[in-house]
């Protein structure tokens, strides 16, 4: 698929169950995950946010993060990698159920996009 | 007039419907959903004959609230809350006249999951039926089929919108299937 | 606390880690959680939602759920619990996350709710 | 003008202080965060004290790099990717110019954060400072000590609100803890 999905929580429980959430409804939309820290602590952290975005086998991203310390470190990552990633400052769970929805049964991502500006809450 | 033994005989009537057609309802669920509805009604519909079975009941209502109890605490998706509202509804009708039971259920299930017709969900296959003083087999499935063209707005497939055209929606499909095992036991 | 609050998702992973997010802010919240079905697999169930509600001990809750079948679980055990639960419409993870830190500095319900409200998604 | 030394001896003073008040960083994030801080810094200056120590560094620059990377690797919280950030953007100077490092520090956390000042962040600590040509520990202090009267609008300090009212923000404190340990060195 062109559009893969990336979820990056403080929690890594937060980030496989959302995981497993959106692949019920989106088996073909590359989802790949960037949960807590390295040792299990809560946090996050740039550089499984990167290999996250390279363990996506789509080369356009759509990332979803849950607390503004996540958000700045998607951005540096964004800034390290060579995908197409963009953010978004929408509900995590709802968007990111949202977005896979809706890539699973492709949708031109201008019409995903609209759907995600309803779920801005950040 | 339904007794204790036709609707145990409606329940093993439709429960056979669900096992029988499982894979079909889950893949109606696939594209405009996640693609679990026969295994929730087949659980559900397992926990209800296991839950009548072999049973006494002193009235119809008593055996409507097993089945809702049944199904809301077994089917696990959307279609839990909302068949065992019918059935909780059913049960408040104190008897088992089906003139007054379907309205009921259809009030219960617009009632739990706030849909309307036309939203392509169980309510449109409900709402027409339950409207009829007598309906038929054909009724049913016209109303079933009628899901295909609308555009979900509630429940997971609404997530999908106007994507979900062209679909049949698999709680209208069970509900179907409820409906015509009814039929088959006042017959 | 007079105050709990009630995770309700569709997964159990998501309902555990909201928990770990939301306790790092909030030690004193009393939070408990109805996530998945018994079985482990993914849904929602009104017995084990009851369950959270009797498990928290605080008598007023706020709940927030994930998906919209969530919630009519959610309101089937309203109307079965003596608790007084309101359920609020809102991004899961942000609104519980908003909820719990306020609760743990003793913020006003309503002053709570005000915050509450820009959340809302569904 | 920083060399090498210097900065390895700034960030050996630095460490010392994140050591000693670990316990009292986290207690500072506790009202009005998440409580990690101490830690955070605590195992992100580990981490910078491990990759600079015996170790040969050609510039300036180039021993910031390591420090950046190291503090956005193993901090975990908001102030990493913000310290990592401020030592990226020294790193950019090219040299150990001070009276260029700070702004360049201040521009880099501003926009990694969004942050302006009276906003209850370590900017409240960097701004006044980085604004000035020549700074004294009474400054730092002052600046820090500032903070407590704020009423925090960006970081988890935010959804408190009004109640971050009275307390001191944490990575305010440690970024008085950075500077002071740079006064030291410059002497
Ligand atoms: N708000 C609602 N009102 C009425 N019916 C609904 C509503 N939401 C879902 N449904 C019905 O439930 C069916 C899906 O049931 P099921 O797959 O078991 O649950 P889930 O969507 O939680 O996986 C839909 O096909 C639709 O008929
Ligand atoms: N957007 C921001 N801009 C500037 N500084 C911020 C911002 N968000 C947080 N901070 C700073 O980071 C500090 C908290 O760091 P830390 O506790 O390590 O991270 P976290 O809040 O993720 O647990 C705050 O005290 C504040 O000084
Ligand atoms: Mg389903
Ligand atoms: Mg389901
Ligand atoms: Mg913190
Ligand atoms: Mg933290």
Chains 1, 3 share one sequence.
Do not use: C
């Not at chain 1, 890594?12 to 807590?36: C, F, H, N, Y």
């Not at chain 2, 339904?2 to 057609?21: G, P, R, Y």
């Not at chain 2, 309205?103 to 309307?116: D, S």
């Amino acid at each position: 698929m062109e559009y893969g999905v990336v979820i990056v929580s403080h929690v890594s429980e937060i980030a496989q169950g959302v995981k497993r959430l959106i692949e019920q409804v989106a088996k073909d939309v590359p989802v790949t995950i960037a949960g807590g820290l390295e040792n299990g602590d809560v946090g996050t952290d740039m550089q499984r946010i990167i290999q996250a975005f390279e363990d996506n086998s789509a080369t356009k991203l759509l990332a979803f993060y849950d607390l503004g310390s996540a958000k700045m470190n998607l951005e540096m990552a964004i800034e390290m990698t060579d995908k197409e990633v963009k953010l978004y400052d929408t509900a995590l769970v709802e968007s990111a159920y949202t977005a896979a929805a809706l890539l699973q049964v492709e949708t031109k991502i201008e019409d995903v996009e609209a759907q995600l500006k309803d779920l801005k809450v950040k | 007039m339904l007794d204790v033994e036709n609707v145990k005989s409606w329940m093993t009537k439709f429960n056979e419907q669900i096992q029988a057609h499982h894979d079909y309802l889950s893949e109606l669920d696939t594209p405009i959903g996640d693609g679990d509805h026969g295994n929730n009604m087949a659980r559900g519909m397992n926990a209800v004959m296991e839950a009548i079975a072999d049973k006494d009941f002193t009235d119809v209502p008593a055996i409507f609230k097993t089945i809702a109890m049944s199904l809301i605490s077994k089917v696990g998706g959307a279609s839990g809350p909302l068949y065992g509202t019918a059935f909780m509804e059913m049960a408040k009708v104190g008897d088992g006249e089906v003139s007054a039971l379907l309205p009921a259920a259809l009030a219960g299930i617009k009632k739990r999951g706030k849909a309307e017709t036309g939203e392509k969900t169980m309510v449109d296959v409900w709402a027409p039926i339950a409207e009829k003083t007598d309906f038929t087999a054909d009724d049913v499935d016209k109303a079933v089929e009628a899901t295909k063209d609308m555009i979900a707005t509630k429940g997971r497939a609404s997530y999908v919108g106007e994507r979900s055209v062209g679909h049949i929606d698999p709680g209208a499909m069970s509900s179907g299937y409820l409906l015509k095992a009814l039929l088959e036991v006042e017959e």
